[in-house]
């Protein structure tokens, strides 16, 4: 029979053994780690419950400061005020991408008299409050960005030495989310500054979602971390970006879920995610040049398994109906803002039985007590392999599940519910290369 959400909560995280004593109390569920964490300093505020959903600038608008070049395209206050009315008019606010975050290159190279950062007035001449006023009127909330350091990736101004005066002035223009960069900072010193900017953000009087860069910054994207990095994140921020930025290619795309599949076995990396704290897989790239459409499904669907933050940057008056469908998909977006732990591979299986067979399942227990399920076939070669679901994997996110247990499988892509009732591995289907199907288990 299947568990109650509750007892799957209270019994899911159990099963994983943890050596390292940092992480013995990451052995509790994300609801228990709530109690736990209430009692030191813990960014559980209530906020991010759900991953963050917006249009972001940075992949597709990068540092582009020639407006006259580049008129439509430039960082500049008319690029976010039309991302904002069409996120608005072609219905992905209602989807719930409520947010659009300004990146880098929006300030001037100095501070003003007073010591404090200005966006630069030539591309921001009504300035950023104003700016923030335009999103909120329309519904929408303001994402900001600034680097923890000396200066951004871009080499604009970083807020190091200033991190109270520029939270001030950043609430003062009315930000909602804060990306928080890692460049021209000492990694040493990413523990203690991070810590303050999220205290003056706590502070602050104004509900604002912090997001980290620290772990993208560390050795090895943290890979050989014993989690100590990610539990402090887990309390400080809501969110941060683990691994390398994302291109518009299969090839990074394809880098960061290969990160992802090969992090889920790594229990640090799944434990500290839950409502108020997500591993950030950075941008999606649906609705650009670099993907086929398999590639976009496959990077939506994956997302949701992840619980990623998700971000569009792209030309919202250019993508197809095909990737605004993706996009759009409110079932899969369901999956991605479910509040409880991120998936994890349940199985893969590489060059078996021929070479060209290489086929993943991922698996992410929803609080409703069903699964969300990807079936990826991440071989390059033939045209499709038939994918087995074995429903026994389930176990190893809360199921309790035998070879003999029945499901029934909703397909989220064709918004279908496939027909019959399943028993054990009998449900199989056909993918495509680089694609994935994607499923809701529900037991019988
Ligand atoms: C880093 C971040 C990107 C973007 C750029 C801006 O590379 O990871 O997402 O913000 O800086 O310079």
């Known amino acids: 029979m299947e568990k109650s959400h509750l007892q799957k909560i209270l019994t899911f995280p159990l099963k994983y053994h943890s050596t390292n004593r940092n992480f013995r109390r990451m052995k509790l569920s994300s609801a228990l780690l709530a109690i736990v964490a ?17 249009w972001m600038s940075w992949q597709r ?46 300030s001037t190279q100095e501070r003003d008299d007073n010591g404090d ?14 700016l923030g006023d335009y999103m909120h009127n329309a519904g929408v ?83 050989d971390n014993d989690g100590e990095i990610l539990q402090t994140l887990s309390e ?16 990074s795309v394809s880098s960061i879920i290969d990160y992802w599949a090969r992090n889920t076995t790594d229990i640090p990396f799944v434990q500290v995610s839950g409502p108020g704290s997500w591993n950030d897989a950075d941008m999606l790239m649906v609705g650009n040049n670099g993907l086929s459409l ?3 499904r496959t990077q939506f669907a994956l997302y949701a398994i992840f619980a990623s933050p998700l971000f569009l940057s792209t030309d919202l008056t250019k993508v197809s109906p095909e990737s605004k469908a993706i996009l759009q998909n409110r079932e899969i977006i369901s999956v991605n803002q479910d509040q409880s732990q991120q998936g994890i591979v349940l199985s893969d299986i590489s060059n078996d039985p021929d070479w ?28 499709y392999v038939n994918i087995k679901f074995d429903v026994s994997l389930l176990s190893q996110i809360g199921a309790s599940v035998t070879t003999e247990s029945q499901y ?4 989220l892509y064709t918004g279908k519910d496939v027909e019959g009732t399943f028993t054990g591995d009998e449900f199989v289907v056909p993918v495509e290369s680089s694609s994935v199907e994607m499923f809701i288990v529900t037991l019988a």
């Open 61 to 106: 608008y990068v540092c582009e400061t020639d407006c006259e070049t580049y008129p439509d395209s430039c960082i500049s206050e008319n690029l976010y005020m039309k991302a904002t009315d069409l996120l608005v008019s072609e219905g992905y606010l209602d989807a719930g991408y409520s947010q659009v975050s300004i990146d880098d290159c929006w």
């Open 294 to 296: 398999s590639e976009e």
């Open 117 to 130: 950062q200005q966006a630069n007035p030539d591309r921001f001449p009504s300035g950023l409050k104003a």
């Open 236 to 251: 400080i921020c809501h969110t941060w970006r683990n691994f390398d930025d994302v291109a518009d290619s299969w090839n």
């Open 408 to 411: 029934t499988m909703r397909n």
């Open 356 to 383: 060209w067979v290489n086929v993943r399942t991922f698996g992410r227990a929803l609080s409703d007590g069903t699964y969300a399920v990807v079936l990826q076939n991440y071989g390059n070669m033939g045209p």
């Open 38 to 54: 209430s009692l030191s300093y813990a960014k559980k505020d209530g906020q991010a419950l759900s991953p963050p959903m917006g």
């Open 141 to 223: 909330k303001f994402g900001f960005y600034s680097d923890i350091g000396t200066h951004t990736c871009g080499g604009y101004l970083g807020m190091k030495g200033n991190f109270q005066r520029d939270i001030d002035k950043f609430v003062s223009w009315g930000i909602d989310y804060l990306k928080l960069d890692g460049c021209y900072e000492d990694i040493a010193e990413m523990h203690d500054d991070y810590t303050e900017v999220s205290k003056i953000l706590d502070a602050s009087g104004r509900d604002i979602v912090f997001s980290c860069s620290w772990p993208a910054y560390v050795n090895n994207h943290g890979e």
